[in-house]
């Protein structure tokens, strides 16, 4: 029983705001991402839920307890830290030993849980290294397997694989995603990686500016942004928004009628993969500026009625710059926001 | 996380209760005894007497100039030392345990040896007639030439206390990351440069440290002074020394005591103001 | 536990372990604890003030010994006097060991004086018609004049050093020369006299001076070839090479040739934990054949009625032979330690390096330096109301400083 | 480098080594040249006469073994009291702000800015009243005061170098703060622990006017040979000085190499 | 003219072969990205050309001159150090003048590339904070506008947008890319986010174990893998292969008939959106294990001729686990390896 709960945190630092009464609550064994913008409080977060930072107001849980004034070394968790904060002073095996030999585990309980989250993480060769002598990346995955040995009830991890390259990290994200759910650890996982936020998190939060503006199942989040911002953060390409403006529920755009859920000023927003290129006429104008082969598809950047659009297009379709196309979305997957507030105007998820 | 008021208050109180059951009575009572008339109630009898003294203003003279000289050069040599340390990539250890060996030596033997050295028929000499410059012991440590005394003086000094400066300041470039000279050298910084923007601004706190320490010791100097000037340059602990044993005032030697203390503390004030620094810029 | 026997002579690392091996053999068990004059009187001071004593016998010169009356940390020992009474010590030394307070607080244990040293390199130069035996001060000063000028460099010596005992100089043996008197006359015209006699000796004295504690280094180091100093200051360059120097008497004034004779003294802390046994000490210690061996060995003089045995080492020969000469001169004078003074014997001794200082070494007018002075000296005499000693008239009440 | 770069670098470095090493041989000279080699001119830059004798002469004085042990037992002593009391302080004053921190500072100096003879008379009072005069602790004591405000100073500079994201690492993985000072904080401030044993250790070695005065059977080395050694003949006074050269350059030795970390310091 | 030359570079740390004789030519102006896994060197050979490493063996030559003698400070670069090595005593704008201020700029002309810089990369209301008062992102921002600032003839960056958000990072790479391309920077840029390298680079140099494997354009590296190794690094998913025996120029893998340029034992290699979903017996078989919709895409993973095999299928496609499918990889896209070195078999580009 360790779920986390966030009761309207709230944190300055000095005068800057940075939390703006955060609440969000972590089941038992979730996996929560927290994902947002460059400096927007994941970290100062993640350091208040392990009791590092004192908060301005608001309390901690965990698994029930309130924790707020509990020392960090009693709240029982494990952390990753974003600029991973190994002990330089410490081989590697000792760093990775570091919470169990602080737990009073025996001794060959330790050697095996260590070798165990270094062979997780592939840094057996260096477990007697002191980190000074390895690379970035290597660092960064003594970081993670010492978060991961102690084999905690609730685990922070802010970054924990920002510097590794793309294979390791996939192998790392299947990883961390089978251990974690065997050991049903809570975890709040910060990260930047929107398809490893997707690919391991039971439920995204979306920070803004000190808030948490979103917090939902990876594809509620991504089909069903609750704001213009958290879809066009989440998602590459982000989520394309075009300016209507509705009355009678009913609007047109070039070629292409629509049945908003409000009248007024409306952007209408859809995924540049849940649109169909047709011909100009069929759909609403879309001018072609770049059309960039990306392996796995054609990115398409352009306009539509005056708004900026990128449409993911097959790898083989042969589309040009300055070319005019039709694009209709898919009337399921859209999105409708309104113009003022940039919420989401239905209330879904 | 929380920081409990009280603990650093925990922390400094075995250090500052030691201090004061040890030092504060004795303390007090002789900034007393500096205050105290004789019967009378001139309350700064000792002090008049001290001020009117005949090596009064030499040796607040001989003392600041002293430490004016000896401190910034020692600091400029161990900083230089330290440095070279830092570059050593072999025997760094060996070298540095030479350059601190000084510290081992005592005061009486550093006296004896640099008097050794440059005594009239000392080994300076030695090599000076040998090389055909002098033709026969020559003086250089009394009145007549003040000048090469206090040469004289100020080379035993830092002979024999630069490396205290420099353990301190050899230890306080162990906590300097590599990565930010490295980085001011790829962004166009020469050595000095990066020395002088990084290197120096990162270790200020230790630098702050030596500097008090070693200028709060080079005020308390006189035995090297003693043993190569003579009565040729009064210093002040020197002079508290003598109305202390030799003329058997305690009066006066206690107002001596305090005025080398007000000044210690002073000069640590302006280092402590001058070299502050401001937590967030530490690593 | 071993009676404790604190001492501030003896202490050369050699004269010491002498004491511990030799002079105190057949004494009761003792430790021989050495101390520099200063940290003994904090020392003696503080166990008075904590009213703890660790010390059981003191020795010490009786310029040391003085402020320990003064805190009042020695016991009388008018007993001990009476058992020692037969040893025959001189009632002058006697008298000087109860301080000026009526009851005996130490017992005289070893005597001394201050000599002058000369190297036999340094007779050629002398002034025709001086004898080396009976200088005066023109003539040391010309003397002096005449080696700089032959050598090329200075070659009188004087311990003038923080350490130096240069002041006893000016008060024990230069003052009295030519005024007979220590206190009284200090600012006559025959002071103002002799300080300008003693510039012009000065001007022959080595530059070095003001850093001579011990005369005995610069002696044999060749730089200074006719010092003055106390014996025990020039003894181990004489035993190094007794050949080398002839041991002489100071030089005189118009008044004769003064000399301070130096008593070493033993006493007893009040509450001393062991006081039969530091009595039994005492007895050892100012017994004739320790007296003799002490003579032997470390070159201080006996207090008692001893003859010094013919096989002394040369050294201490010379030695012997310096005080001899010094003590038997026909002009001889003697100038007393001062007396009464309590724990402003210091100042008095800076009142005369600071007088020198001024006048000799900055070249400030004599007369307005001597009244200054003269001043401060009244006021340490007023404070301790010591009455005059020899070689000035004896007083009633201060010594007045004319 | 390049060579002529790496030339001027290793001169320099010799020229320093030398520049310490010539008065330490010239104390050797005198140590082992006897009273002759003293006394010489011109002087000898080698060692004509050797003998043993002076220093063997010491090591035959009564009760020099003793006051050795009590040498180290003061030393060791001062140099564990100063680090003890004075590292926590150091800590306080690096990683927190609190009121008084700069009076503390202050005080803690006072102590140090007075000269400590001055003292000498009350001090010993309080050491006689409280038992501590003329043993080996007291006068460790005394030395503790007069180390502990460097080791303060010291150590405060060197932790406030100590990236707090480590400690704070500790924290997370169950550390008390006492633990993670223990085993974080003061692995990394090593070098800074060790100068200032080193410093304590020779402050106490080399310490002779409060030794003395608190001592009478019970002398430290330095105490009991400087006081005689200071009016002994000048050949005595060179192996003296020597002879007490020789420990705290022993114990130099033994922790210098401590003053390296022997990792980098980089929290990432 | 700054092109830079690093020819058979070797490093050693010790006994551990950091470097295995490297060589890369970048030409003036040109954009090559380095891209590896983990501990594969990328750092130390950065640090080789900018002068902070020795190299053991080798020269750098940048500008045509040998530059492996001059001390980093000669050489005319700037850098972004992977762990941002900003200096904590300056604020952020001392921060970013600090290469100027090295080249003796006048104020106003310090003050007004500051300025940009920093509006480049996002850090303008920071610029009077000190490094450590802001989030790691932010740092990494300060670091990258450090070394824009000063507009070097040669950069080096180190992993330079590892910190950021994918919004971010998307909009930093353009920026960078209409920078670097207009100041005709030399840039050697290590990344672990292929698509970065891809969007960015003209040449990508893949290194393996301290060597450079292949250099080539981003489309050669993706599509005419030189190794195996290079294959299953680049691209998300991994280049699929599978095991093949030809003999006579010819083989056959279930209903697909195969033209490989050799014979013997042979790796068929495809990507996995280069491959048409056919009914199972009309080209290799495949059996679908997971099925991940991944927003704009369908991600099959499964075996086919027992190799493990990822394929991605339109979102829009119905296909579960445990489906028998038949692929059919686009005959102009196939790479063909040798099974014994893992190497191309054909010496394209
Ligand atoms: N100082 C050192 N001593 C010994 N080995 C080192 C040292 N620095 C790096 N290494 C090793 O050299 C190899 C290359 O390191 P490098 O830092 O260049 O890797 P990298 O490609 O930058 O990796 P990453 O992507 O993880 O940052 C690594 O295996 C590392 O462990
Ligand atoms: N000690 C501090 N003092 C003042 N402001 C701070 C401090 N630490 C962080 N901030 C500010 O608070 C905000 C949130 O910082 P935080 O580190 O939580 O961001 P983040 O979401 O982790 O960003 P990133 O993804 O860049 O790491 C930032 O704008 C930062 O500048
Ligand atoms: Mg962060
Ligand atoms: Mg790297």
Redesign the interface.
Known sequence: MAGIQIERVGKRFGGALALDSVSLDVADGEFVALLGPSGCGKTTLLRIVAGLETRSSGAVRIGGRDVSDLRPADRGLAMVFQNYAVFPHMTVFDNVAFGLRMQKKPREDIERKVRRAAALLQIEPYLDRYPAKLSGGQRQRVAVARALAVEPAVLLMDEPLSNLDALLRLEMRAELKSVLREAKTTTLYVTHDQTEAMGLADRIAVMQQGRIVQADAPTTVYSRPASTFVGGFVGSPPMNFVKVTASGRSARLDALDLRPPADGDLLLGFRGEDVQLVPPDEGMTFVVKVAEPMGSHLLLTGSAAGCPVRVVAPPTASVHAGDRLGLRPDPDRIAWMSQDSGLALDGHA | MTAPRWIPYALIAPAALFLAALFIVPLVQTILLSFDGGGTPDHLANYRKMAGDLNFTLAIRNTFLLVGVVVPIQLALAMGMAVMLQKMSTGRDIVLWIWTIPLGVSDLAAGLVWLALLQNSGYLNTVLFQLGLLDGPTPWLNAETPVTLFVGIVLAEIWRATAVVLIVLVAGFQLIPKEYSEAAEVFGARSWTAFRLITLPLLKPSIQSALILRTVLAFEVFAVVYALGGRNMPVLVGEAYAWQYENQNYGVAAAYAVLVMVISLAATVVYLYALRTRPETQP | QDLVFLSTQLRPIEEAQKVREVILKGAPKTTYVVDEPSPFTVRMRAEQEAGKKTVSLVGALHGELQPLLTFNALDPIDDVAAKVASRGIPAGLMELGKLGSGKQVYIPWMQATYVMVVNKKALPYLPAGADVNALTYAQLAEWGKALAEKTGSRKLGFPAGPKGLFARFLQGNLLPSYTKSMVTEFRSAAAETMWGDFKAVWAGVNPNASSYDFMQEPLMAGEVWVAWDHVARVKDALQQAPNDYVVVAPPAGPKGRAYMPVVAGLAIPKGAPDRAGAVALIEHLTKPETQVITAAEVGFFPVVDAKLPADLSPGVKLLAEGVARTQTAKDALVALLPIGLGDKGGEFNKVYFDTFQRIVLRNEPIRPVLDAQAEVMRGLIDATKAPCWAPDEPSTGPCPVK | M?GARRLM?WS??AA??A???V??Y??AL?AFGG?AA??????A?TLVNASLEQLA??LR??GVWNAALNSVIAASLTMALSL???A??G????????R???A????????????L?????????????AGL??TPFGVA??H??LA?P?A???T???F????R??E??????????L?AFM??VL??????L??AA??AF?IS??E??AA??LT??N?TL?AY??????????H???A???V??V???V???AV??Y??????????
Chains 1, 5 share one sequence.
Do not use: H
Request: proline share 6%.
């Open positions: 390049t670098f320099g470095v320093l080594c520049w310490v090493l008065p330490i010239l104390i005198g009273r003293a006394f010489r001119w011109p002087k830059f002469t010491f004085i009564e003890l009391l004075g926590p302080a800590y306080a004053l690096a990683r927190y702000r609190f008084g921190a700069g503390f500072r202050l005080m803690v100096l006072l102590t140090r800015a007075f000269p003879a001055i003292l000498a008379l009350p001090l010993t009072v309080v050491f006689i009243r005069y003329d004591l005394v503790t005061a502990l460097f303060a100073l010291v405060a500079g060197l406030a170098g100590i990236p994201e480590l704070e690492a500790a924290w997370v993985f169950g550390c008390s703060r633990q085993r974080v692995p990394l401030a090593l070098p800074g060790a100068a080193i410093f020779v070695w080399n002779v006017f003395s005065v009478v059977r002398r330095t040979l400087l006081t005689v050694l200071a009016e002994s003949p000048l005595y006074r060179f003296g000085g020597f007490l050269i420990p705290s350059v114990f130099i030795f210098r190499r003053l390296f970390a022997l990792w980098g310091v980089s929290n990432r």
